[in-house]
């Protein structure tokens, strides 16, 4: 079965993103993985993806910056982003939707690492 599609995941807590990452791979998407905004802005310089899917807080580059910076790059402004989070803040809602975000996701465990 081909690919649906490269998805760009993005997070600093390994353990939730090999989580999404074996069951995106599973439903047939190829999926690139980076620890933190910077490391995918720098993958995407080389790659192209047709999604983007991020956490939040981040070390070097939060989601929402993250979203911004690849927002100003032509080639990669219509790609649709998804945020994910595991606090389901209000705040942070508000902000997804005015980047215009295509979805906001609230996962219903916390990390060791938080």
Not at 11 to 33: N, Y
Not at 86 to 106: M, Y
């Amino acid at each position: 079965m081909p690919p649906q599609g490269t998805i760009l995941l993005v997070d600093d807590d390994q353990p939730i993103r090999s989580t999404f990452a074996v069951s995106l791979r599973a439903k047939g998407f190829a999926v690139a993985e980076c620890n933190d905004g910077l490391e995918a802005l720098t993958w995407l310089q080389q790659n192209r993806a047709d999604y983007l899917i991020t956490g939040i807080k981040m070390p070097n580059l939060d989601g929402f910056e993250l979203i911004e910076k690849i927002k100003q790059e032509p080639q990669h402004a219509r790609m649709p982003f998804f945020v994910f989070s595991h606090r389901g803040d209000e705040t942070d809602r508000k902000r997804a939707e005015e980047l215009g975000v295509a979805g906001f996701f609230v996962y219903g465990f916390v990390s060791p690492n938080d």
